[in-house]
């Protein structure tokens, strides 16, 4: 398990919970953070994933949740690489990136621009 990951899996939980039942921001540390938009439902290279912001600090947060079902397992355990940049990536994971980017790109780069302009 890597360093912070149960802070992120029940910030994930936490989301799940607010959106489903009082649809209002939650807190993780310090800050309030409100979740725009939560897809808690993976398939094979589609993971689950929430967005959300902190106002008191200017920050869009986009958070993957890793591996927890079996749709995540056969995404990790594609065995093809696909060039890419300088070198290879697992295919799985880059086809999973690929998704989000088509998915989420142009509503990210909207927070980015639009409610918070300093950050484009």
């Known amino acids: 398990m890597q360093p912070g ?5 029940r910030a994930l939980m936490t989301a799940y919970y ?8 939650f807190v993780v540390g310090f800050f309030q953070m409100f979740l725009l938009k939560l897809t808690p439902d993976a398939g094979f290279a ?9 106002h008191s600090r200017r920050l ?20 093809d690489t696909e060039a890419f940049q300088d070198g290879i990536a697992c295919k ?3 086809d999973s990136a690929r998704h989000l980017l088509n998915k989420e790109a142009s509503f990210l780069r909207h927070l980015l621009t639009e409610r918070f302009p300093v950050c484009a």
């Open 60 to 79: 869009v947060v986009l958070s993957i949740r890793g591996s927890f079902e079996a749709a995540d397992l056969l995404t990790d355990f594609v065995p």
């Open 18 to 25: 607010v959106q489903r039942r009082l649809k209002l921001g």
């Open 5 to 9: 990951g149960g802070i992120v899996r």
């Open 46 to 54: 589609k993971p689950s994933y929430f967005v959300a912001v902190v």
């Open 92 to 94: 799985g994971m880059l």
